[in-house]
């Protein structure tokens, strides 16, 4: 049998996947698993084992839609559930299985303040996808897998021992923890800062570095997915807001811990750990708010004008909250 697996992007949502493929390669070993998904995305797919060819596009699925119908796929399973992927159904003769997103129900949470929504994470929604397969979800966790040939010489003599990685980047500006909060609870860590995320993070980056001179490490927009996730191996405890390195952060089995802003957990989508690690996780986020959540997704800035969903979480507050879990996890 060959299955194709579909989920184009985005990091955090792709890593969520892991554990359908995973789960569909050791229940059916005989089975030939493709997966596609966008090349800016490869690092996180290339080294997994469970996958038997990767098909990486830049934008469109059609844009190999010509080679994949040559590959005669016995399944479609569509763990994206876009009109890219509905449009791609539509040339693969093949049977098709997806999940179900829950929009109707996240835009009356997000609208109506009701929450509708099942207590079940995003993961378990995915293997909805493959029930009819009769494919289990072993509960063993997320995936991320680094190359053989992964070189960590450029870190040599540039983290520290025992430190905090901080991911400061999020798609949308009201997923982001402020940077005058993150200046404050650099100078208040007892432990050293390196900072991940990308171009749009570099600016407050640097102002984060300067203000905690010879205590934060900055590799905003230095560094390879598969670079930012041997830094995330390598901490102590991770931070991070609402985002991709978070997952990846929850696959490498770090403590973690979560700051969330007009986002919420009930969406299904907060860290996903083994069922034995699940104590490796705090969640922070405001609840006496009631214009959380204002989206699915994000906005440039607070639609209150007040941010706070993050202004009110306090520096100290999340200092408390990492002492907490390095002194669990030590003792563990």
């Not at 969520?16 to 789960?23: D, E, I």
């Not at 405890?237 to 802003?261: E, Q, R, Y």
Request: net charge positive; proline share 5%; charged share 25%.
């Amino acid at each position: 049998m060959k299955v194709l697996i579909y989920r184009i992007s985005s990091i955090g949502d792709i890593i969520l996947t892991t554990p359908v493929l995973r789960c569909l390669r050791k229940q059916y070993p005989d089975f030939e698993i493709h997966y596609i998904t966008r090349k800016r995305y490869a690092d996180l797919l290339s080294s997994n084992p469970y996958i038997s060819k990767l098909w990486l596009i830049k934008k469109s699925p059609l844009e190999i839609v010509n080679e994949l119908k040559a590959e005669k796929y016995d399944y479609f399973i569509d763990l994206h559930k876009n009109w890219r992927s509905q449009r791609l159904m539509a040339f693969l003769n093949t049977k098709y299985y997806t999940f179900n997103k829950l929009n109707a129900k996240k835009w009356i949470y997000t609208k109506l303040k009701i929450n509708l929504l099942p207590n079940v994470h995003i993961v378990d929604r995915y293997f909805a996808a493959v029930k009819k397969l009769n494919v289990k979800n072993d509960y063993e966790g997320l995936d991320f897998f680094f190359p053989e040939d992964f070189n960590d010489a450029i870190f040599e003599n540039k983290m520290p021992a025992s430190f905090i990685a901080l991911a400061i980047g999020g798609t949308y500006a009201t997923k982001r923890y402020p940077t005058p909060h993150l200046i404050d609870f650099c100078r208040l860590s007892k432990l050293p800062i390196v900072l991940l995320g990308g171009k749009s993070e570099q600016e407050a980056a640097n102002e984060i570095e300067l203000s905690n001179p010879g205590k934060v490490i900055n590799f905003c927009n230095k560094l390879s997915i598969t670079e930012s996730a041997f830094v995330l191996k390598k901490s102590s405890l991770v931070i991070s807001n609402d985002t991709g390195m978070m997952h990846i952060a929850a696959a490498l089995k770090n403590p973690i811990i979560s700051i969330w802003g007009n986002t919420v957990p009930a969406f299904g989508m907060y860290p996903y750990y083994p069922e034995k690690l699940d104590k490796k996780h705090i969640i922070i986020e405001n609840l006496n708010l009631k214009c959380r959540p204002c989206s699915k997704l994000g906005y440039k800035k607070c639609p209150k004008k007040h941010f706070k969903c993050m202004n009110d979480i306090s520096p100290n507050l999340i200092l408390e909250k990492v002492e907490f879990l390095l002194n669990t996890t030590e003792h563990s």
